[in-house]
């Protein structure tokens, strides 16, 4: 029999409930003026957005996917081009770069941080690749193909290595496409520039989904652009909206992606409250990590490189016997997730790639032994303490048993 929930992975209720007048306000606003597309709730909604990320421009679309998808058109790709990114990540990643026409290839991340490893992204473009200095491209050998832009992630809120991503970058003139889809709000350090960076201002253009349970979410599906590039940001324009800038005169074929004014309405809401609840994730973050200190051989804890201020948006940790463990956790009525079990290499979907398993071991490795914990703003202390020693309890459990 299941138990009664006492800890949500996830609660979505709450933080509604708190902001119920004002977000009712924003659908009786678009009732009274019937402003449902574009208009002034997106033209706001993209001023504030594009402040809070520190970037020039914001351009809102439907979607996180949509959102990576059109930043790789306005980048210019072209049909078979390369784009490389991790193979840790959510399917939305590669979904788009296949379904902006381009090919893509995968380099393994970081053991201890999750994201992608500027090491073994160097060693990709070194090894596997040749510059062709007539051309000025880049070719990866194998395939013969362009290699055009590179996609770091910022998993679980945690910024990717930024620094030594955007060297290569300049380096083999290629395009970065932050997927910040999990990071609104997260820092890095740049050591290069001596200053903090927010998500969505350091590479070419930036992602980020608007999806309920995202760190910023939409009452609904919502996503944005950022760039400090002016005619990236028209372009993107253009493509989520039929490709016209004035009505009927369509330059190019584009899309039907627009931000709804109502999810926009909402989102301006609620970005407001967003520097405050992304604090309240870290202070609970650096809770558990205190309060695991004493089971760390049993449980790994998800590390904060020093160049980064994480938001948070998952709290992740690894261990063996997960699925025992996720089992124990339901028992006492406490959510749990994994983020994400199938590397996207080893996916049926993506058999046709010509990857197998051994390719990127790190990514294998963590994939069988991660558990995202309860994380949301909202989460009490005596929430995140029924967590604490429910996962305590099965820790220690296992080591009586293996004595
Ligand atoms: C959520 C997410 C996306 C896609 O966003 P949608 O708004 O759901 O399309 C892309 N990448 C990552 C890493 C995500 O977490």
């Not at 933080?15 to 009274?32: N, Q």
């Not at 004035?246 to 039907?256: A, F, L, T, V």
């Not at 009490?380 to 996962?391: G, H, L, N, P, Y």
């Amino acid at each position: 029999m299941a138990n009664p929930t006492k800890v949500p992975f996830l609660d979505l209720v709450t933080p509604h409930k708190e902001l119920e007048t004002e977000l009712l306000d924003v659908v009786k606003k678009a009732f009274s003026n019937a402003g449902f597309i574009g208009g002034p709730m997106v033209e706001g909604f993209e001023c504030d957005f594009g402040a809070f990320s520190h970037a020039k421009f914001c351009v809102g679309v439907n979607s996180g996917t949509d959102a990576l998808r059109f930043a790789f058109m306005a980048a210019d790709v072209r049909p078979g081009d390369i784009i490389i990114t991790v193979p840790h990540t959510f399917i939305a990643t590669t979904e788009a770069i296949s379904q902006a026409g381009a090919r893509i290839a995968f380099v393994d991340i970081h053991e201890r941080t999750y994201t992608m490893d500027p090491e073994k992204l160097r060693d990709y473009l070194e090894k596997q690749c040749e510059f062709d200095a007539k051309t000025g491209k880049l070719i990866e050998k194998a395939s013969q193909h362009r290699v055009a832009g590179i996609v770091p992630v910022h998993l679980y809120g945690q910024m990717a290595d930024m620094d030594p991503i955007m060297e290569l970058a300049e380096k083999y003139n290629l395009f970065v496409v932050e997927d910040a889809c999990q990071a609104h709000g997260a820092e890095y350090f740049s050591k290069k520039d001596n200053k903090w960076k927010r998500a969505g201002s350091i590479g070419n253009a930036a992602a980020f989904s608007f999806y309920p349970g995202k760190n910023l979410g939409a009452c609904g599906e919502g996503g944005a652009v950022t760039t400090n590039d002016e005619a990236m940001a028209a372009r993107m324009k253009m493509i989520r909206d039929h490709g016209q800038a004035k009505k009927y005169y369509h330059d190019i074929e584009g899309y039907n992606g627009r931000l709804d004014s109502i999810q926009a309405g909402w989102l301006s809401v609620k970005l407001p409250h967003l520097a405050k609840w992304n604090e309240s994730r870290r202070n609970l973050a650096h809770r558990y990590h205190e309060l695991f200190a004493e089971v760390k051989d049993s449980v790994v804890l998800p590390v904060e490189a020093p160049w980064t201020k994480g938001v948070y948006h998952l709290y992740v940790v690894r261990l063996h016997d997960r699925e025992a463990f996720q089992a124990r956790l339901a028992e006492a009525g406490i959510g749990t997730g994994i983020h994400y079990p199938i590397p996207l290499h080893e996916q049926k979907a993506y058999q046709s790639l010509g990857y197998k398993t051994g390719d990127f071991p790190v990514t294998e490795r963590v994939a069988r032994e991660i558990v995202s914990l309860p994380m949301f703003p909202q989460m009490t202390r005596a929430q995140q303490d029924e967590v604490v020693s429910a996962v305590k309890e099965f820790v220690g459990a296992k080591v009586a048993a293996m004595r």
